[in-house]
């Protein structure tokens, strides 16, 4: 076996190992080392603040437009920090260039006296240019912070072109200047300062490392809007040199932002105004146990808002830190929400809530978690995830007791809840059965594609499946259909255009194999009728020149590979509204704009405001909308797809003309007929 370590030349030409004793290490003679020989000249000590300089991206994530703004935060972060001990009420932001920003807090000011440690130097200029310098590591001066590397001042410092610091204390004004993490000058006092207390950091990102980047005045009020909500102790007056703000941005050029009621505040804010909840949103907050020593062990707040529809999504917070990979304090949450639903099932003896998971409730909710802990663990400097493993037991602890009152006293409430996320555990769970099916079973012949929401009724010419355009009006039609009757089946964009495509491409084309498997009747020479699994087949998409594109691509293939679905009538349209118009309790859909215009005319009170909303989709448009105007058998109105025998040779020569291999004939009928088409939606 070879000696890895060992010597690759004859053991007669190697040179002589050098000798340790000496206690420095000798090289053997005449062997000095070449111009590329590896050696302890190559290893190299960065001092000071050089390393953050060399390799920002240990530091800050990067050097990309979040690393940039992630300066910004650092600052910020520290004089909320301040506001959450109690020694600060107001944050001043103002981005005075592109490239300039100033942080001010009313807090007691970074310590001005000289540092034991290094008499020489105030503690100040040891914060602002030592890596792990703070006064968050014991926890004395601050109980609950979002700093706890002592690093982030100094990286800002190290990657400023230019930073200036001033300082009141005891109504006196100290003022230092920096440039790349060297001062300037000592620190000097300006005067008094009678009514002012705290820090002011204004500061610019050195161009040497970032390029041309610049602020973005929207994210920078987005993160004092972000930090203003986690904490209702504090007020961020913003502001914005007016000029910078681009045309159509719709950022104030200055504005005090407080959220009295926070995370609720925020949340609502947030939320769309048309969002249709299942529940007004709850929020609250509740005390961490208290730490052996009696010190407070923190706090949790949450705002959850229930969605019938649209984006789900949980933002969380530790010490006012965004988590954006979650962590402990997320586990701890989504484990009290979910054992909390399923108690209240057991307590309503409904033994199908022990089916709900945490993504089966939150999967539905928009939802914004803060914790307040002492001595967090994060995940690296830019602490992007919580890993204390404490915070998800405090966490579930906290919250558990104030799920079980939230839903004790508003039972009604808490059914309709309940109800909802069993639907979707079950829904979730024929999923999975439906996927696993064949496997589980090698007799079954049937193989569903996972897409298919199935409807349960047997008796086929009772029931209908929608074919939706994407998973979100996917999610929106499951939501809205009828379970017994109503099976749904989201195809990914536009299908394959058959009438141009080979066999062997069409045979390969999965949302093409998915429709031919939930219809179960085949297709071309293998269509047999009596296995259609449905009554009906309604292709339901969006309002607009794409929706209707894809109709088209679905009647397309329908007519060349199952032609016997729209002779015998299996085949149908859906006709969802494009508008929604309300004035007062009267509400009317429209279908285009015309339709619009007409119904604002002649159905509502002449003078008196309309509300005129456009639906831009089936998926962002409310699910009880969609089951009123579009699904619902005793509402809705379809449009029966039909091929009349004495047409069926020009609608062949047509279809071939529109949708087939010879692009020219396409051209060729839109020349033709451009002057026809009144109104494009693009
Ligand atoms: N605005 C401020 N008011 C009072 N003290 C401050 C302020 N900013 C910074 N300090 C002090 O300077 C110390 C160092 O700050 P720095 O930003 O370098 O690190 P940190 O906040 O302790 O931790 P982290 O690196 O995790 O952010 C803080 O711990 C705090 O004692």
Not at 226 to 242: H, T
Not at 405 to 419: E, F, I, R, S, Y
Not at 578 to 597: E, F, P
Not at 600 to 628: N, Q
Request: proline share 6%.
């Amino acid at each position: 076996m070879n000696d890895l370590f060992g010597p690759k030349s004859s053991p007669k030409s190697a040179p002589k190992p050098a000798s340790r004793r000496a206690g420095k290490p000798s090289l053997a003679s005449g062997a000095e080392p070449g111009p590329d020989a590896y050696g302890a000249h190559d290893i190299e000590v960065l001092e000071g603040l050089e390393p953050v300089r060399r390799r920002p991206g240990m530091y800050i994530g990067g050097t990309d437009e979040g690393a940039y703004h992630h300066l910004a935060a650092e600052i910020l972060d520290n004089a909320m920090d301040e506001a959450v001990a109690g020694h600060a009420s107001t944050i001043e932001m103002r981005l005075e260039d592109a490239h300039t920003l100033m942080v001010r807090d009313n807090g007691r000011g970074i310590p001005i006296d000289p540092h034991p440690k290094f008499p020489d130097r105030s503690a100040l200029e040891v914060i602002l240019t030592t890596l792990h310098a703070g006064g968050k590591f014991s926890g004395k001066a601050y109980d609950t912070s979002g700093g706890l590397h002592g690093v982030g001042s100094s990286v800002v410092n190290a990657l400023s072109s230019k930073l200036e610091v001033e300082i009141a204390r005891d109504r006196v004004l100290w003022r230092q200047d920096y440039a790349r993490g060297i001062p300037l000058g000592p620190l000097t006092q300006l005067g008094n300062a009678p009514n002012r207390r705290g820090t002011m950091i204004r500061f610019s990102p050195d161009p040497e490392i970032f390029g041309p980047l610049a602020f973005s005045p929207a994210r920078l009020y987005r993160l004092c809007c972000s930090k203003a909500a986690l904490f209702r102790g504090v007020q961020i007056r913003w502001s914005v040199e007016p000029s910078l703000l681009k045309a159509g941005d719709e950022t104030p050029p200055e504005t005090l932002i407080h959220f009295p009621n926070g995370l609720a505040d925020s949340l609502n804010a947030e939320l769309p105004a048309d969002a249709s909840l299942l529940a007004p949103v709850w929020s609250g907050d509740a005390d961490l146990p208290q730490a052996a020593d009696g010190r407070t062990g923190g706090r949790v707040e949450w705002a959850l808002a229930f969605r019938e529809t649209g984006q789900a999504s949980l933002e969380s917070f530790c010490n006012t830190i965004p988590t954006p990979q979650g962590g402990t304090h997320e586990t701890g949450f989504r484990a009290a929400l979910v054992k909390g639903f399923r108690a209240w099932g057991d307590h309503r003896k409904n033994k199908r809530a022990a089916a709900i998971t945490a993504e089966d409730i939150l999967g539905a909710t928009s939802a914004k978690l803060s914790v307040f802990v002492r001595d967090p663990q994060f995940q690296g400097q830019t602490k992007e995830k919580l890993t204390s493993q404490e915070a998800a037991r405090l966490v579930e602890g906290a919250l558990r007791d104030r799920v079980d009152h939230w839903l004790g006293g508003n039972p009604v409430q808490a059914d309709n809840l309940l109800a909802f996320f069993i639907e979707r555990a079950e829904e979730r769970l024929r999923r999975r059965d439906q996927r696993d099916a064949p496997r589980k079973s090698a007799t079954n012949k049937r193989c569903l594609p996972g897409k298919l929401t199935d409807c349960t009724r047997s008796n086929v010419a009772e029931t209908e499946i929608f074919l939706v355009e994407g998973d979100s009006a996917g999610g929106s039609a499951r939501q809205a259909r009828d379970r017994e009757t109503q099976a749904v089946l989201p195809l990914k964009g536009k299908i394959l255009n058959v009438a141009s495509a080979s066999v062997d491409k069409m045979r390969a084309n999965q949302e093409l194999r998915d429709l031919i498997e939930a219809l179960g009747c085949g297709v071309g020479r293998d269509a047999d009728m009596s296995r259609l699994r449905y009554g009906r087949v309604i292709i339901m998409t969006d309002a607009d020149v794409d929706g209707a594109h894809i109709a088209t691509l679905l009647m397309t293939f329908f007519y060349r590979e199952l032609p016997e679905l729209i002779t015998r009538g299996h085949l149908y349209l859906a006709r969802p509204p494009l508008y929604r118009i309300v004035q007062g309790s009267k509400t009317v859909y429209a279908m285009d704009d015309r339709d619009r215009d007409r119904a604002i005319k002649r159905e509502f009170k002449a003078g008196a405001k309309v509300e005129v909303s456009r639906f831009k989709g089936l998926g962002e448009m409310p699910v009880s909308d969609l089951k009123r105007t579009t699904m619902d058998p005793a509402r809705r109105t379809l449009l029966k797809v039909i091929s009349l025998p004495e047409d069926r040779l020009a609608t062949s020569d047509r279809v071939e003309s529109l949708m087939g291999r010879k692009p020219e004939l396409r051209f060729q009928f839109i020349q033709d007929h451009a002057r026809s088409v009144e109104l494009l939606d693009v």
